[in-house]
């Protein structure tokens, strides 16, 4: 069974994204074109790669994810380095250790850049704020002068995953052609995570035909749905609020394309209450939303007729 997929966004949650890819590997789904924002990235990207649900599962219980919360010494002196990193940096962390991170592990399966998979393979959702535009990677990097083939994965990765204030922007400049005329800051283009402007781009792959069947490929969202969506947050300072602003980005975006006219193409994962950002996860924690997206996988091919 031939499918597309698409894997939403939502932080730490998106472990529970490898439970729903196991359940879909026992269903014979076998993954011809992969998407995904933030988390879903990089769930995309390990699928692409080669990685299994299994090996995913593993990846992530080896790694503890407060590694990718670093930053200079200078930045953690209480009350006065977190604030002046954000003004300074435009970022509690800078999301090089995640990046470094995604590309190691990428390397175990001899994956760098795009030219390392098949042409459309993978695409990674990003949002440039500079032109206020949605940013679909590799493709869209032609317009900075990039050549798509040949940009890493984990840059790509990294972009995605740029929660706005949590982590840095990662800053591309202008090449060749797409940087003349304009001034030296003209030059520098702002990215970060692509649920900025959607977090579920499940359009993606719509009306793509089997070139071997001549029939429509059938598109999969991989959607992470929890026990905090509609709740009220508690906000007690700039941060707080920032995170509030960022749950309520990551639950409210392309709810009405969803449901519209998508659900019955949808696996919805209870994220049982875990925030989008508790990088402190235990692995209890872990191995529970693993198994949530292993049964919410294991209902919708259950029942989906494709």
């Given amino acids: 069974m031939l499918i597309n997929a698409v894997f939403e966004g939502g932080g730490v949650r998106g472990i529970s994204l490898a439970g729903a890819v196991k359940s879909a590997e026992q269903a014979d789904a076998v993954f011809h074109r992969l998407a995904g924002t933030s ?10 790669a080669g990685f299994t649900a299994e090996e995913m599962n593993e990846i992530i219980n080896q790694t503890p994810f407060t590694s990718f919360l670093k930053r200079s010494p200078v930045f953690n002196t209480k009350f006065i380095g977190p604030p002046l990193r954000v003004m300074l ?21 001899k994956i760098s850049t795009f030219s390392d998979l098949p042409p459309g393979k993978l695409q990674i959702v990003a949002s440039d704020i500079s032109n206020g535009k949605i940013l679909i990677l590799p493709d869209g990097l032609r317009k900075f002068g990039f050549n798509p083939d040949k940009f890493e994965i984990a840059k790509a990765v990294r972009m995605s995953t740029s929660i706005p204030y949590f982590f840095d922007p ?6 060749g052609n797409a940087a003349k005329g304009k001034s030296f800051a003209g030059q520098f283009v702002y990215v970060v995570d692509g649920a900025l402007l959607s977090n579920f781009p499940l359009w993606l792959f719509d009306d793509e035909i089997s070139r071997t069947t001549g029939l429509p490929i059938p598109t999969i969202g991989f959607r992470m749905v929890g026990k905090k969506e509609g709740l009220p947050h508690t906000i007690r300072g700039p941060f707080t609020m920032l995170q509030a602003l960022f749950e309520t980005m990551l639950s409210a975006h392309d709810e009405r394309y969803i449901e519209r006219d998508t659900s019955f193409r949808t696996i919805k ?9 508790n990088f402190h996860i235990t692995k209890a924690e872990s191995a529970a939303l693993f198994q949530s997206g292993v049964e919410a996988g294991n209902k919708f091919f259950g029942t989906w007729k494709g």
């Fill in 39 to 48: 988390s879903g990235a990089i769930v995309a990207s390990l699928l692409a």
């Fill in 89 to 109: 940096k435009k970022g509690l962390y800078s999301g090089e250790a995640l990046e470094q991170w995604i590309r190691n592990v990428l390397l175990e399966k």
């Fill in 269 to 277: 994962i209870p994220t049982l209450g875990v925030g989008t950002t």
């Fill in 170 to 175: 990662v800053r591309l400049r202008l090449i």
